[in-house]
C-alpha cells in the first residue's frame, strides 16, 4: 500500500469559502503532483513540484494553489471556492529518478462539493 | 492528437473471456510505460509495468512495440472483479533526468459480466 494520505476524503462547502486540501507521504519521494478527476472522466495535472520551494502548473488551468514547504507535505488551497470546483482532487507522488523507478502513487483522493 | 490514446470501451464481456487493449502513444523518447487499474472513485493503483520483452503476472500479459509505438494490456480467464477502467501511462524522459513527464490515458472501461 501506497504511504500517501489526503484529508479531508469529503468536503461539501459553500461558495466563497477558503478551502485547503492536505495531502503528505512517508515515502521520502521528491515529486509530487496533485490531479484533477470529474466521475468517469480522465485525469488532469493541475499542479506539480519537484522538491522543497518548487511548484509547477500542470496542464489543465486552475485557480487552486500550492506549497511546497516540506518534502513529504503538498497542500492545495482555493482561496474562494465556486461550484465549478466541485470534483475530485488526486494528490500523488514518484521518485526523482527517470526510468522504471518512478512509479506514480496516488493517495485515496478528496472529493470536494461546493454549493 | 493526444499525447496517449485509448479506446474508451466500454468492453463487456462474459466472464472466463480473454480481453484486450491497446493504447498508443506519440512521443518516441517515450522511456517507460505502465497499466494503472482505477476502480469507481477510487484512486488508480499501479497494475503492472511494460517492458520491452514483454511480461506478465499471473493472468495478465503486458507486452510494448516500439517500433509501431503501442503497450498492449490481455486479460485472461476474466473475473468479475476485473471490471474497472485500465489506465495507460507513458514516461517521457531520460533515465535520470527529474524533469520526466508522466502521461495518461484517458482509460478503457472493462465490464464483466456473469
Known amino acids: 500500500e501506497a504511504d500517501i494520505y489526503q484529508t479531508p476524503r469529503y468536503l461539501v462547502i459553500g461558495t466563497g469559502k477558503k478551502i485547503t486540501l492536505e495531502c503528505s507521504q512517508t515515502?521520502?519521494?521528491?515529486?509530487m503532483y496533485w490531479y484533477q478527476q470529474d466521475p468517469g472522466m480522465e485525469l488532469h495535472l493541475i499542479h506539480y513540484s519537484y522538491g522543497v520551494n518548487s511548484t509547477e502548473k500542470g496542464d489543465l488551468s486552475s485557480e487552486s494553489t500550492v506549497s511546497r514547504i516540506r518534502t513529504e507535505h503538498f497542500p492545495l488551497t482555493l482561496e474562494s471556492a465556486r461550484p465549478s470546483h466541485t470534483s475530485q482532487y488526486l494528490c500523488a507522488s514518484s521518485e526523482i529518478t527517470g526510468g522504471y523507478g518512478n512509479t506514480i502513487y496516488f493517495g485515496e483522493g478528496s472529493w470536494l462539493t461546493v454549493v | 492528437r493526444k499525447e496517449v490514446e485509448q479506446d474508451p470501451g466500454p468492453f463487456n464481456v462474459p466472464e472466463g473471456a480473454t480481453v484486450a487493449f491497446n493504447c498508443t502513444y506519440s512521443?518516441?523518447?517515450?522511456?517507460?510505460f505502465f497499466w494503472y487499474r482505477q476502480d469507481c472513485r477510487k484512486e488508480p493503483k499501479l497494475l503492472m509495468s511494460v517492458y520491452s520483452s514483454g511480461n506478465e503476472d499471473g493472468r495478465f500479459t503486458a507486452q510494448l512495440n516500439r517500433a509501431s509505438q503501442y503497450i498492449s494490456l490481455l486479460i485472461r480467464d476474466s473475473k468479475l472483479s476485473d471490471s474497472a477502467t485500465y489506465l495507460c501511462?507513458?514516461?517521457?524522459?531520460?533515465?535520470?533526468?527529474?524533469?520526466?513527464?508522466?502521461?495518461f490515458g484517458s482509460g478503457t472501461r472493462l465490464l464483466v459480466r456473469p
Open positions: 515515502m521520502g519521494h521528491d515529486k
Open positions: 501511462v507513458v514516461n517521457i524522459s531520460r533515465v535520470g533526468d527529474s524533469s520526466y513527464k508522466l502521461i
Open positions: 512521443n518516441s523518447a517515450s522511456q517507460s
